[in-house]
């Protein structure tokens, strides 16, 4: 089992940037895909972006394709997510998490505690 903990939330006008990061403890980090995913209230839990555990490929939702960017560093155990050009309807708390793939969906498998996400207008 691997544990997750995310940094780096906050609040950010339109337009601007924020740089999420999440620490992983446990078992051999780079043995893992991982990926981002994030949810707003009464709104299920949605896919943002994944890597493999080589780092070689990356994967995004249509909604951040272009304005994100996932990337990891095995010699630190952390994966980060670059977003820019945030909007409002980026608002939303982000969670990290180990993933695998189930034919075209990524499913997480194990979670951090998720970081606030908050673009105002």
């Known amino acids: 089992q691997v544990q997750l903990t995310e940094s780096g939330g906050g609040l950010v006008q339109a337009g601007g940037s924020l740089r999420l990061s999440c620490a992983a403890s446990?078992?051999?980090?780079?043995?893992?895909?991982m990926g981002w995913f994030r949810q707003v209230p009464g709104k299920e839990r949605e896919f943002v972006a994944a890597i493999t555990w080589s780092g070689g490929t990356t994967y995004y939702s249509d909604s951040v394709k272009g304005r994100y960017t996932i990337s990891e560093d095995n010699a630190k155990n952390t994966v980060s997510l670059q977003m820019n050009s945030l909007n409002p309807e980026d608002t939303a708390v982000y969670y990290c998490?180990?993933?695998?793939?189930?034919?075209?969906?990524?499913?997480?498998?194990?979670w951090g505690q998720g970081t606030q996400v908050t673009v105002s207008s």
């Open positions: 446990g078992r051999t980090f780079g043995s893992y895909h």
């Open positions: 998490a180990a993933v695998i793939r189930r034919g075209t969906r990524w499913v997480g498998t194990s």
